[in-house]
């Protein structure tokens, strides 16, 4: 017969009655993987700002594909040469750290200011993305001399 005893350091232990020596205390790794807690991002302008009527659609997808966090929002005007957030995204589901690296990606979707003649708008930036998972771990990105135009609005990066 075995018995199973979790304790809250995340390690399991596993005491044996039936396999000499009896009593025996095991240490055995746990199967639960750390979950996404937090996922933020941070952007820092270039020489070319983000109007504030433009707005930024941010997916992280795990290695499925499937959304795990995300934010549709304006942020507002990112001025030239400023750093803008962190802000934070919603945790749509608490993945597995497994499922997010290696495989997982983040996908930055623009939808630029269209009041200008032609509509020749763009955002020349740097991005941080940082994930927390539940046992502290921390999974982080950093894309420098990003440009985002009405012809190229969509950037994409895995983990």
């Known amino acids: 017969m075995i018995q199973v005893t979790f304790y809250s350091d995340s390690q399991s232990y596993i005491r044996s009655s039936a396999a000499p020596p009896f009593g025996v205390l095991l240490n055995r790794e746990s199967t639960d993987m750390p979950t996404l807690t937090s996922a933020k991002i941070t952007f820092q302008t270039g020489d070319d700002d983000k109007r504030k009527e433009s707005s930024l659609d941010i997916s992280v997808r795990d290695s499925s594909d499937q959304i795990i966090a995300k934010a549709v929002d304006s942020f507002g005007l990112f001025d030239n040469n400023t750093v803008n957030g962190p802000f934070d995204l919603q945790v749509l589901n608490q993945a597995d750290i497994s499922t997010?690296?290696?495989?997982?990606?983040?996908?930055?979707?623009?939808?630029?200011?269209?009041?200008?003649?032609?509509?020749?708008?763009?955002?020349?930036?740097?991005?941080?993305?940082?994930?927390?998972f539940s046992d502290g771990e921390h999974v982080a990105i950093q894309e420098d001399g990003l440009r985002l135009t009405a012809g190229q609005p969509t950037l994409s990066f895995g983990l």
């Not at 939808?111 to 509509?119: E, I, K, R």
């Open 100 to 132: 997010v690296k290696p495989g997982g990606s983040v996908v930055l979707s623009w939808t630029p200011w269209s009041g200008g003649l032609g509509n020749t708008d763009e955002w020349h930036f740097s991005m941080g993305l940082v994930l927390a």
